[in-house]
């Protein structure tokens, strides 16, 4: 299982604005539901899944921009492949929680003490 960041950047656009090709972004990704999971954040997308499917949802999203008649897109990917335990998005975040919960402990613990 991995997980990838990733962003697609329409290139000459007519507005600033890429909103539009973000919603149609999170169409292409509703039909691969059952398939992978996925989460809008506001400066990219996150996918979760095998990694083979994850690269043709990559591409399937990559070509969103280009059906607008747009003549260049560039798509930053960053993957997360760890083989050695299931890693899930859900997983990463528990594990960064409960050592902030383990650091709020140990102050509360200290603050005790004084």
Known sequence: MAIVDVTVIPVG???????????????????YDGKIKYQLTPMST???????LLFEVIQAIHEVPFKHGLKRVATNIRIDDRRDKLSTMEGK????????????????KADDTI
Not at 94 to 101: A, G, R
């Open 13 to 31: 656009t007519e507005s600033p604005s890429v909103s539009k090709y973000v919603a149609e972004i999170q169409e292409v990704l509703k039909s």
């Open 46 to 52: 996150i996918i979760e899944g095998e990694l083979p």
């Open 93 to 108: 975040l528990e594990s960064v929680q409960s050592h902030l919960k383990e650091e709020d402990e140990k102050l509360a």
